[in-house]
């Protein structure tokens, strides 16, 4: 009996491991971290080599739960990278949650079971030695907790037109979100950018008072985490289910339940100029979403919404807006998001009239590690706003349409090399001609085992008024994990089809990043560029406080 006994024990135990490892291997397959800096088409994350990925790895932009963007690694380093940004659903910004799964990341085993090799052989486990052969600690956010970052920024530019640096603009930068306020499910998140016109009166239009802009993206209170069964925005936010309504000032109320979710917003739209809470334009929203699925398997992602848009306290605009996200084990993705108008005006008089006003597409195909395939499909009407263009009595807008169709192919070659090639075609309803361009991109990392990486582009655009090209070559290099040194040269080249004018563009620039410590890191960037007789200087600098 106490052979059984003893047997069985050891079973357990070894089960448990079991488990354990299936558990630890489950976890290591996704990493998390943060935007670090976002751009129109480039997202840089503060993840790299050091947690397993590479070049043309995927990863995912997320707001609580959604996925909101699709990202691809176009350069990469020890602890940092830059992303291509594939596809994406709202506006992200830097400090939002990105997740991804590192090809290469290393097996680590985590072993939670300790016990004493003769527990098998001597007496029964008692409560005290029960406590020493696993120990499971749940682990949970405990007290407020600040994370974010401050920055102090500087841009300047001069050209031998000027006396100096004749446009100077020093800016404060803030993004700070702040969890469990009071010990509750409560989150404040700030975002917002300051700036400060410094140029001399002479060299300025408008009244001084006006130099300072003050610019607030976001400032929300909200109560309820993103998996709570309900959850309250109050303040100034984005609603990510809600694409074409912008930005709202007012509050958003969203219920939850086994995958599906509800939300009702409105408020008001903040004034354009200054930031300002302006009750005269008001607007208001509901959505339906469905999520299903996780990373490692198929997952999906679709919502349905209705908004409505008023101009001086009239309705502007009426849509319907739906979105889809599907991924199949990070080998294929596909993103759709599509508006319907639902009115019109024809003769003065608003009438109702659904139509399509806006459609987008976008798939992305690896079927192996080192190839990646990515294509998309926009048509875009221009929308006829029925109070913001109320003098515009009739507009063509719902009988024409410009379509736009790109496709890019990307390989990761031997020795770390990663080369893509993109293609695009832009066409409008109505019009013989048709702007089309074609762009290239080569890149070589850790060059001969130099630290340095290389990188080549070049692209050919016709652009129906005129044709343009564009060649470019950079290199960078990691001379630590806390500093990083870029210099770039490019040649433009524009021809105009009337007039046979020809504009060249010469572009010489240089980057350095430095990390003083784990919180407090620094960035210049200096570019000087000759247009004809035009020489021009552009100066950028950063300091940033993370926390």
């Keep these: 009996m106490k052979r059984k006994a003893h047997f069985l024990i050891g079973m357990f135990l070894l089960f448990l491991v079991f488990i354990n490892k299936d558990v630890t291997h489950a976890q290591k397959q996704t990493q998390t971290g943060k935007l670090t800096y976002v751009t129109s088409t480039t997202a840089y994350v ?42 994406k659903s709202v506006q992200i910004l830097a400090g939002d949650e990105v997740h991804g799964i590192g090809r290469h990341q290393k097996e680590k085993q985590s072993v939670l079971l300790k016990f004493d090799s003769t527990a098998l052989t001597q007496e029964p486990l008692s409560k005290k030695s029960t406590s020493t052969v696993a120990t499971v600690k749940a682990t949970g956010p405990e007290g407020t907790q600040f ?14 037109t000027t006396a100096g640096f004749d446009f100077s603009q020093p800016a404060l930068a803030l ?18 950018n300051h700036r400060y016109d410094a140029r001399s009166q002479e060299n300025r239009s408008g009244n001084a008072a006006d130099r300072l802009t003050n610019r607030v993206y976001q400032f929300a209170f909200e109560y309820g985490h993103n998996d709570a069964p309900f959850s309250t925005t109050v303040g100034r936010f984005l609603a990510p289910a809600i694409g074409g309504v912008g930005t709202f000032d007012g509050v958003m109320v969203i219920a939850r339940n086994a995958g599906w979710e509800a939300g009702l917003v409105g408020g008001s739209q903040p004034g354009y100029s200054k930031s300002e809470v302006n009750f005269d334009d008001p607007k208001m929203a509901a959505y339906i979403g469905y999520t299903a699925g996780d990373y490692q398997s198929t997952r999906y992602q679709g919502s349905l919404a209705y908004a ?19 991924s199949f084990e990070n080998f294929v993705s596909l993103y759709q998001n599509a508006n319907i108008d639902l009115y019109d005006m024809t003769n ?26 990515n294509g998309s499909y926009a048509v875009r009407r221009n929308v006829y706003y029925l109070r913001s263009f109320a003098g515009i009595s009739d507009s063509l807008f719902d009988k024409s349409f410009q379509q ?10 031997p020795m770390a090399m990663f080369v893509s090639l993109s293609g695009s075609m832009r066409a409008k309803e109505g019009d013989a001609n048709s702007a089309n361009a074609l762009s290239a991109r080569y890149s070589w990392s850790n060059v001969l085992s130099s630290q340095i990486t290389l990188y080549l582009s070049g692209s050919l655009a016709d652009n ?63 570019e000087r560029y000759w247009e004809g007789a035009i020489v021009s200087d552009r100066l950028y600098t950063e300091l940033s406080i993370r926390f």
């Design 46 to 87: 503060d993840l790299g080599t050091n947690h397993g990925f590479d070049l043309g790895d995927t990863l995912h932009v997320m707001k609580g739960k959604k996925e909101v963007a699709d990202l691809v690694v176009t350069n990469i380093a020890s602890k940092s990278m830059s992303t291509s940004i594939v596809s």
């Design 147 to 160: 994370r974010g970052r401050v920055s102090l920024q500087y841009y300047a530019l001069a050209s031998n």
């Design 175 to 192: 993004n700070m979100t702040a969890e469990n306020l009071l010990d509750l499910p409560l989150q404040f998140s700030l975002y917002s």
């Design 308 to 326: 409505q848009t008023y101009k001086t306290k009239s309705l502007d605009r009426g849509f319907v807006y739906m979105q889809h996200i599907v």
């Design 348 to 373: 003065g008089s608003v009438e109702t009239k659904p139509h399509l006003s806006d459609f987008f597409l976008s798939s992305t195909y690896r079927p192996i590690r080192w190839l990646s395939v």
């Design 404 to 413: 736009n169709t790109q496709l890019s192919v990307g390989m990761n070659l």
């Design 464 to 526: 129906i008024y005129n044709t343009s090209k564009n060649l470019s070559i950079e290199l960078n290099r990691d001379f630590s994990n806390d500093l990083y040194l870029s210099v770039r040269a490019s040649q433009y080249s524009y021809s105009f089809t009337t007039g046979n004018r020809t504009l060249n563009r010469q572009a010489l620039s240089a980057d350095v990043y430095y990390r003083l410590s784990h919180a407090l890191y620094a960035s210049f960037s200096v």
